[in-house]
């Protein structure tokens, strides 16, 4: 029996009319019957909630003594005493279980609380900083290629390009250049008479602008 039949036996029975009244009392003896079938239908179901409550409260005292003996565990590595917790009847009290309730709201609560750090991206110097670590290093600051730049005439020289403010250029050299260690072997090697050709004859310029526009070679 719905809640639409209840509201319809209601109406009859409080009619002012007496034959509503008699219709419901023909139908007595059914509407007991029906009545009957539902209360035995709820006590069912009762009896049914009452079963899933109790296995509920089995799994979480079974959870709660496993959790207890695990504990004793770490706290006591050499074992526990004859008065564990473990051999105390019922396990644990109400008050305890409470205890750890409430223990586990508040870690779940700081964990709500809780914010990871933002993941800091890498900053656009450091992306040109990691771009550079594999490209060629010249001049005497060992830096990569940027801006104007000229090139050593020695042969063996070990930096080939240079930066023109390292050097103290302020416009491409005119003719042959060579760097202050190409310079000095240069000398070194030379007899006086080539040395005087060597540093006054200008006979050739490199200049490279930017490394993406010319690969030293």
Not at 68 to 91: A, I, N
Not at 101 to 130: G, M, N, S, W
Not at 137 to 157: I, K, N, T, W
Request: proline letters at 7%.
């Amino acid at each position: 029996m719905n809640q639409h039949d209840l509201d319809k036996l209601h109406k009859q029975w409080f009619h002012p009319e007496q034959e509503k009244k008699d219709k419901v009392l023909r139908n007595e003896p059914v509407l007991i019957k029906r009545i009957q079938r539902d209360y035995d239908k709820l006590e069912d179901l009762a009896a049914e909630r009452i079963e899933l409550v109790e296995g509920a409260l089995q799994l979480v005292d079974r959870h709660l003594n496993r959790l207890g003996h695990d504990l004793e565990q770490v706290d006591e590595p050499g074992g526990g005493s004859s008065t564990s917790r473990s051999s105390m009847p019922g396990r644990y009290s109400r008050m305890h279980k409470k205890s750890i309730y409430a223990e586990d709201d508040d870690i779940l609560d700081d964990a709500a609380l809780y914010e990871p750090p933002p993941i800091k991206q890498p900053t656009r110097k450091r992306k040109e900083r990691d771009e550079n670590e594999n490209e060629p290093l010249y001049c005497y600051c060992r830096q990569v290629s940027y801006g104007e730049m000229v090139a050593c005439d020695g042969e063996h020289c070990p930096y080939e390009w240079f930066h023109m403010d390292c050097v103290g250029l302020d416009a491409p050299p005119k003719g042959a250049w060579y760097c202050d260690d190409c310079l000095a072997e240069l000398h070194r090697r030379s007899p006086p008479a080539a040395r005087k050709s060597s540093t006054s004859g200008h006979a050739h310029k490199k200049l490279k602008r930017k490394k993406d526009s010319l690969t030293p070679s």
